[in-house]
């Protein structure tokens, strides 16, 4: 008995640990709305394949998904074709990076590729 509540202790801890990073997943209407509903922290990162500052910004916070503390989804939206989205948010350049407390906005940046600045942005929703 013993040990099998040490297993489902060990594999809670493992599991908590787990969720406590940066996730970068593809945008759904279904996960922002969770997102805002819960009050989570989530950045909308409208970005375009063909955009050479949004593969910078990608290569950033890529290297930034195990940085303990920086307990946030990074949901990517696609700039060509996620057209409500972009009015919703009032966002005209690809390359922007919108974070939310909820579904209030907490930070923006647009065309910032630089690791601090980011990083910062991100924050401003914990």
């Given at each position: 008995m013993k040990l099998a509540s040490f297993l489902v202790s060990a594999l809670?801890?493992?599991?908590?640990?787990?969720?406590?990073?940066?996730?970068?997943?593809?945008?759904?209407?279904?996960?922002?709305?969770?997102?805002?509903?819960?009050?989570q922290?989530?950045?909308?990162?409208?970005?375009?394949?063909?955009?050479?500052?949004?593969?910078?910004?990608?290569?950033?916070?890529?290297?930034?998904?195990?940085?303990?503390?920086?307990?946030?989804?990074?949901?990517?939206?696609?700039?060509?074709?996620e057209k409500d989205l972009k009015r919703r948010f009032r966002v005209n350049s690809q390359s922007t990076l919108v974070v939310l407390k909820g579904r209030k906005e907490a930070a923006r940046l647009v065309g910032d590729t630089s690791t601090e600045g980011i990083r910062n942005a991100l924050k401003a929703a914990l």
């Open positions: 809670l801890i493992g599991s908590a640990g787990q969720a406590q990073a940066l996730e970068i997943k593809s945008y759904t209407a279904q996960a922002l709305a969770a997102a805002e509903k819960a009050g922290p989530v950045a909308l990162h409208f970005h375009a394949d063909w955009c050479p500052t949004c593969r910078a910004q990608d290569k950033v916070l890529q290297s930034m998904k195990t940085e303990k503390g920086l307990d946030i989804t990074v949901l990517t939206a696609n700039y060509d074709t």
